[in-house]
T-cell receptor, first 118, second 111 residues
Framework: DVKVTQSSRYLVKRTGEKVFLECVQD?????MFWYRQDPGLGLRLIYFSYDVKMKEKGDIPEGYSVSREKKERFSLILESASTNQTSMYLC?????????????????FGPGTRLLVL | QKEVEQDPGPLSVPEGAIVSLNCTYS??????FMWYRQYSRKGPELLMY????GNKEDGRFTAQVDKSSKYISLFIRDSQPSDSATYLC???????????FGTGTQLKVEL
């Protein structure tokens, strides 16, 4: 079974702090993703990565950065946390680089990190 | 216009009811569709994957795609309290490397 783990389930930080959220997958997947999930807004893509040291902006990258130094690990960084970054953060991974229709585009999610910024 | 739209609910049904969850999408070029289920305080998990028009069945769940109407549906037969969750539709976009999600429909199945 694919396993995606996230470093924390719950996190409380103060405004202005630098925050690191870690994600690790154990299935040698090429792609990794960071989303935030808010009521009424659904899942919104922050950043994703196709390969080590590679990153692409998603729909809402402002205020975030990412790092992928190893294939299995993808980190999300909040450079200076703000209250509007209070949210549920979800990491996911998937196998495929190219569309195939075989289901390899399926994304496997971690349990999420609930971040509260005070 | 959003790429995918989904009625957020909440939807409350009695145990044993047939549930219909729906999404519409904007781009007729989309070919691959998924349904995810998300229990409270957990990450989403894949429920169904379809890539053509018509129906796909898996136990009590049926996924339906109508490409002419750009409409996707998930039907749950004989709904159970354990089906209470948020259901998200997703469309494969970005050349196969990205998914675009609906906002999710919250379902509660009551005894």
């Amino acid at each position: 079974d694919v396993k995606v783990t996230q470093s924390s389930r719950y996190l409380v930080k103060r405004t202005g702090e630098k925050v690191f959220l870690e994600c690790v997958q154990d299935m040698d997947h090429e792609n990794m993703f960071w989303y935030r999930q808010d009521p009424g807004l659904g899942l919104r893509l922050i950043y994703f990565s196709y390969d080590v040291k590679m990153k692409e902006k998603g729909d809402i990258p402002e205020g975030y950065s990412v790092s992928r130094e190893k294939k299995e690990r993808f980190s999300l960084i909040l450079e200076s946390a703000s209250t509007n970054q209070t949210s549920m953060y979800l990491c996911a991974s998937s196998q495929a680089k190219y569309t195939s229709g075989s289901g390899r585009e399926t994304q496997y999610f971690g349990p999420g990190t609930r971040l509260l910024v005070l | 216009q959003k790429e995918v739209e989904q009625d957020p609910g909440p939807l409350s049904v009695p145990e044993g009811a047939i549930v219909s969850l729906n999404c519409t999408y904007s781009n007729s070029a989309f070919q691959y569709f998924m349904w995810y289920r998300q229990y409270s305080r957990k990450g989403p998990e894949l429920l169904m994957y379809t890539y053509s028009s018509g129906n796909k069945e898996d136990g009590r769940f049926t996924a339906q795609v109508d490409k002419s109407s750009k409409y996707i549906s998930l039907f749950i037969r004989d709904s159970q309290p354990s089906d209470s969750a948020t259901y998200l539709c997703a469309i494969v976009t970005g050349g196969g490397n990205k998914l675009t999600f609906g906002t999710g429909t919250q379902l509660k199945v009551e005894l």
